[in-house]
């Protein structure tokens, strides 16, 4: 039988979609979680921490393949060089990893930038973890999810005055076909850096707001803020858009009707209401 496949950030917004589409595939699955948790039919959750090293031994022991999602907004660089301290012993024959399109574009030059984007730093640092680790490897860059987007901007809507870092835009792709590609990754050989996932179009910040906005029948004023440093000047020059890896199928538009209908329709989405007054 085949060893189990690990999924790092299995119970995260593209980990859990990673999950299922293994268990298709006729694998059994290992999650790597902090909190203890049931398991299911083929799939075991094993609790550790990427951040301290706690438990990753044990999660990585007897697999041959890891398909590494658990991430946050700082410290990646580190939690990947547990798991590939913990994978290079197990005898891991192949290991993935997302990353983000802008990894190796946005410089992270001052506090300032750190501390706003230090995020593509971090991440362009753990690829390297990746790469350097001895394993064989393939590491694919995505943009940024709707999900992320959404509660990006449906934070931002709940101000009085929505501030906008002026000039800097998205690209939005679908967490499910980034999903879809890992899993097709983690099965194939052990390509390296792949060509990046990027959605179907570009977007303004505000753009994404106001889209937002007039889905739940509402209406904000929008103001354009000038962020400072290098790395947003990089963000403004698109270095988090891939515009010629435009392959995602799925738009915003399809994901926002999805979450929020007008309010003729009723103003209601699967997960939240938009924030607002309740209807009776
Ligand atoms: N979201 C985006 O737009 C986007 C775009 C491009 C690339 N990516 C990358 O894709 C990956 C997944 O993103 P996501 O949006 O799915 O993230 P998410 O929803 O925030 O989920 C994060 C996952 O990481 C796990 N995790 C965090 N810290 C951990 C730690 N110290 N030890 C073990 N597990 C830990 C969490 O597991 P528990 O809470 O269960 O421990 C959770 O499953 C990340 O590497 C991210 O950088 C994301």
New binding site residues.
């Given amino acids: 039988m085949a060893a189990p496949i690990l999924v790092?950030?299995?119970?995260?917004?593209?980990?859990?979609l990673v999950v299922p589409r293994l268990r298709d595939a006729g694998y059994e699955v290992r999650v790597?979680?902090?909190?203890r948790r049931e398991g299911g039919a083929g799939v075991e959750f094993v609790t550790?921490?990427?951040?301290?090293g706690e438990g990753v031994e044990a999660a990585v022991a007897g697999t041959e393949i890891v398909v590494?999602?658990?991430?946050?907004a700082k410290g990646?660089e580190v939690?990947t060089g547990h798991l590939v301290r913990a994978g290079s012993p197990a005898g891991v024959r192949h290991l993935v990893y997302?990353?983000?399109?802008g990894a190796d574009r946005v410089p992270v030059a001052s506090g300032l930038d750190r501390a706003i984007f230090g995020?593509f730093a971090s991440?362009l640092a753990a690829e390297r973890v990746v790469a350097d680790s001895g394993l064989p490897w393939t590491t694919l860059?995505?943009?940024?999810?709707h999900?992320?987007?959404f509660m990006v901007v449906r934070q931002l809507a709940r101000l009085p005055v929505i501030p906008v870092p002026a000039g800097i835009r998205f690209q939005p792709v679908d967490?499910g076909e980034?999903a879809d590609r890992l899993v097709e990754l983690a099965l194939g050989a052990p390509a390296g850096l792949v060509p990046d996932l990027a959605g179907p179009r570009v977007y303004e910040l505000a753009e994404l707001v106001r889209s937002y906005l007039r889905a739940g029948g509402r209406h904000r004023p929008i103001l354009p803020v000038r962020v400072p440093g290098k790395a947003a000047r990089a963000l403004r020059d698109g270095a988090n858009l891939a515009p010629d890896r435009a392959v995602g199928r799925r738009t915003w538009e399809e994901f926002l009707a999805g979450r929020v209908t007008s309010p003729a329709g009723g103003a209601r989405r699967r997960s939240r209401r938009v924030a607002g007054p309740r209807r009776s």
């Fill in positions: 790092t950030g299995g119970t995260g917004t593209l980990g859990r790597l979680s902090r909190r550790g921490d990427l951040a301290t590494h999602c658990a991430g946050g990646d939690k997302i990353s983000v399109v995020y991440k860059r995505a943009t940024q999810f999900d992320l987007l967490a980034v």
